[in-house]
């Protein structure tokens, strides 16, 4: 009984430890799935605390899931673990038949799955939950309290701490299709051979006033006294989605330019933003003095929106902007750049660097060689992700060292009687 019970704590508190942490880094893509969910259900009131509990959603998981994995406040996790599951396993029921939005969202964009796929998901994890609610009370093997403490602070701080750093700045690990290093042209391919979407077609005929349906195999059109009345195609097997689709970048002036923009052998900034209107007035001067240096650069510099043109010409007009806008769907908008506005440098469809609106670099910083410029950013962000690793990571390890202390000690004790 010990052993099941240490392997669902052990599984039930890895699952959770991963959940909360991919949330934690993508807290505005958590924001967008609270929000899909509260528009599909009528409840758009609810949209403005989406946000907080993104934020409040990752942190619960993340400290649930540590607690499970090193026995820390052992009665109080396994409640924790048992109300996540009740929750959200016949909530999950309801998403997979009434499928208003088609992900879940559970592990963020680190791992799609579909609403069945979730619900059978957390049905197996109740089942683990279960083993470590009803055994909660028989494992008297402890630590000090003080240490139990010590592990649950540090897991709240560090969970907060890596939300607050990806909201303000970008998401510190990028699973989007959109991350640095990512080809858009490459991301939009079907593979040959790729499975196509499946869809069957429904004929509406009637005789002697009675309308009936048919499918493909059976529609009676060699008989004449069916009288046609209608078809229609209904999609039943999806086939292969590519990472990045419904991408295009267009204006009523102009038409379509992906291709162009995707295809250009120089540098191209895209001012990213879903929503002119909530632009911050402050970061204006920097977007001009970018803009103004692309130009003196020779180097393309457009704006993409889901805006309206109205709303465009008149945010050009009102901030003195000397570039265009050009249309894009706001879903990919919000996927490319968690920050609106954001700014992205391409290079033949390839994407060399984002920026939040809170780092956009200034004029001088950008003189010289661009991928150079790049390749240093990210060896000092990549220089401080490692120490913030390292130090996580021997953390963790202390703690691990305490349970297995704690564990080898109870084993003695027990063949010692």
């Given at each position: 009984m010990r052993t099941i019970q240490f392997i669902s704590r052990l599984l039930v508190g890895l699952l959770f430890i991963f959940s909360g942490f991919v949330k934690a880094v993508d807290p505005m893509g958590s924001t967008y799935k609270f929000t899909d969910y509260f528009i599909a259900f009528g409840m758009d009131a609810l949209k403005e605390i989406a946000f907080p509990l993104a934020i409040l959603l990752s942190a619960l998981e993340l400290t649930v899931g540590m607690a499970l994995l090193f026995n820390a406040w052992r009665k109080i996790s396994a409640w924790g673990a048992l109300l996540f599951m009740v929750v959200f396993t016949p909530l999950t029921l309801v998403l997979a038949i009434s499928n208003p939005v088609s992900d879940c969202g559970c592990f963020g964009d680190a791992l799609i799955l579909t609403n069945w796929e979730t619900f059978g998901?957390?049905?197996?994890?109740l089942i683990f939950t279960l083993v470590i609610f009803f055994a909660r009370k028989n494992d008297n093997k402890s630590y000090p309290v003080w240490k139990q403490n010590i592990l649950i602070s540090f897991t709240i701080i560090f969970s907060l701490w890596i939300?607050?750093?990806?909201?303000?700045?970008?998401?510190?690990?990028?699973?989007?299709?959109?991350?640095?290093?990512?080809?858009?042209?490459?991301?939009?391919?079907?593979?040959?051979?790729?499975?196509?979407?499946?869809?069957?077609?429904?004929?509406?005929?009637?005789?002697?006033?009675?309308?009936?349906?048919f499918d493909e195999t059976n529609y009676p059109w060699q008989?004449?006294?069916?009288?046609?009345?209608?078809?229609?195609?209904?999609?039943?097997?999806?086939?292969?989605?590519?990472?990045?689709?419904?991408?295009?970048?267009?204006?009523?002036?102009?038409?379509?330019?992906?291709?162009?923009?995707?295809?250009?052998?120089?540098?191209?900034?895209?001012?990213?933003?879903?929503?002119?209107?909530?632009?911050?007035?402050?970061?204006?001067?920097?977007?001009?003095?970018?803009?103004?240096?692309a130009l003196e650069q020779n180097i393309s510099f457009i704006g993409i929106t889901a805006s309206g043109q109205s709303e465009t010409e008149e945010f050009k007009s009102n901030h003195e902007i000397p570039f265009e806008f050009y249309n894009t769907d706001e879903i990919q908008l919000k996927t490319i750049v968690r920050s609106n506005p954001g700014l992205v440098l391409l290079k033949k469809g390839t994407i060399l660097d984002k920026w939040h609106f809170n780092?956009?670099?200034?004029?001088?910083?950008?003189?010289?060689?661009?991928?150079?410029?790049?390749?240093?950013?990210?060896?000092?962000?990549?220089?401080?992700l490692i120490l913030i690793s390292i130090t996580s990571t021997l953390l963790l390890l202390i703690c691990l060292f305490v349970l297995l202390t704690q564990a080898r000690t109870g084993v003695k004790n027990r063949l010692q009687l």
């Open positions: 998901k957390n049905l197996i994890i939300s607050v750093y990806s909201y303000r700045h970008l998401p510190i690990i990028d699973f989007r299709p959109y991350h640095i290093g990512a080809n858009i042209a490459e991301g939009m391919l079907i593979p040959e051979g790729a499975a196509a979407d499946e869809y069957t077609s429904l004929f509406t005929y009637e005789k002697d006033g009675i309308v009936k349906e008989d004449s006294t069916w009288t046609f009345v209608d078809s229609q195609q209904i999609k039943i097997k999806d086939g292969y989605t590519p990472p990045i689709h419904d991408f295009s970048i267009s204006n009523d002036y102009e038409g379509d330019i992906t291709d162009r923009v995707l295809n250009d052998e120089t540098y191209t900034f895209l001012f990213v933003s879903k929503e002119i209107s909530k632009i911050n007035n402050d970061i204006i001067a920097k977007v001009q003095d970018l803009s103004i240096f780092d956009f670099p200034s004029s001088n910083e950008l003189k010289g060689d661009l991928a150079a410029y790049t390749i240093t950013k990210h060896q000092k962000l990549n220089i401080k």
